[in-house]
């Protein structure tokens, strides 16, 4: 049986995209081969972003449900900082790989969420621990705090109504979230291995978008209204909004095509293949948002939301 050679190089990456590239080709297979992969987490620069090494884990976790096998190293420098942090968010032990801790692990409470698999029996309390790190750190009105409340909650969701196959269980996904306060920025990345964008909006019986290419799907799906008919089509534009308008960026990935916020700006461009959806967010936590902007007139905070933000939820200095 032919082999699929997967040389995955953190030393290069600097997009998601870069990274997807290399990737995609175990996506596109057209039988189960064997994947022999090198994964090299040697870096000279920057860091080893949860956001990135989400991506690797969810595709081998979703590969391996497909029952492809692996073999394969993982080069790395076992004393470097940015393999703990690795090891800390569970890189480690999700890819079935041996690494021996020497640290002692402390909370990510508002601080960070390790590299995370949810589906709908835990959703409520994975959604809580990415809360907690927006409540406690983003220096804006209680408004927009909640704006992103709902935002995150929405993606989330969705990804579990239209990331399962037919036949393939029940709907999954992937979360992580990193708050990096020498950058005032929160990264955020959601993902999933399912049936994507362009699928999940042109399916549904009652879709009025029967007709919509991928392309065209990609780049509609921000705008408000849009849905597949089971939702009010208000999370992804809500949240591409308050990006916008924060002067963060946005990373929505799926299939063949992703679309892109940054600088105020959205660009819709074709890529290598990614099984599923992929949403990524980098919030500038010292940039405000006018609430009234983006949410309905009238719209009010529920009770539970003014207890949370009366919560203190602090972080130790150190990752682990």
């Not at 073999?71 to 800390?88: E, H, M, N, T």
């Not at 709902?150 to 969701?157: A, G, L, N, S």
């Not at 008919?229 to 534009?237: D, P, Q, T, V």
Request: net charge negative; glycine share 6%; charged share 20%.
């Amino acid at each position: 049986m032919e082999e699929i050679n997967l040389l995955i190089d953190f030393e290069k990456y600097s997009t998601h995209e870069q990274l997807i590239k290399d990737i995609s080709p175990v996506f596109t297979s057209t039988s189960k081969q064997d994947i022999k992969f090198q994964i090299n987490l040697r870096s000279s620069h920057g860091l080893l972003y949860s956001d990135l090494l989400i991506i690797l884990v969810s595709t081998v976790s979703f590969l391996k449900n497909q029952g492809f096998k692996f073999s394969g190293k993982v080069v790395f420098d076992p004393l470097d900082q940015k393999i703990q942090y690795a090891s800390r968010i569970n890189f480690f032990s999700l890819l079935g790989l041996e690494y021996e801790e020497t640290f002692n692990r402390k909370s990510g409470k508002g601080r960070f969420i390790e590299i995370t698999p949810y589906n709908k029996n835990n959703i409520s309390d994975v959604f809580n621990n990415i809360r907690k790190i927006l409540i406690s750190n983003i220096e804006v009105n209680i408004e927009v705090q909640q704006l992103l409340d709902y935002c995150m909650y929405e993606i989330m969701d969705n990804v579990l109504n239209h990331s399962a196959f037919p036949d393939f269980g029940n709907g999954d996904g992937w979360c992580s979230s990193q708050l990096f306060p020498s950058s005032d920025e929160i990264r955020i990345l959601i993902c999933d291995t399912g049936v994507g964008v362009h699928k999940s909006l042109t399916s549904h019986p009652n879709s009025k978008y029967k007709n919509l290419d991928e392309r065209g799907a990609i780049e509609m799906c921000t705008e408000k209204g849009i849905t597949n008919s089971e939702g009010m089509g208000f999370g992804l534009f809500a949240t591409s909004e308050f990006i916008k308008h924060n002067k963060g960026e946005m990373l929505i990935y799926s299939g063949n095509h992703f679309s892109k916020i940054i600088n105020g700006t959205k660009i819709v461009n074709k890529g290598p293949y990614w099984q599923g959806t992929l949403v990524y967010l980098k919030i500038n936590i010292k940039n405000p948002v006018d609430y009234h902007l983006i949410m309905p007139e009238n719209h009010s905070l529920p009770d539970d939301y003014q207890y949370l933000l009366s919560q203190s939820f602090g972080f130790d200095e150190d990752l682990w």
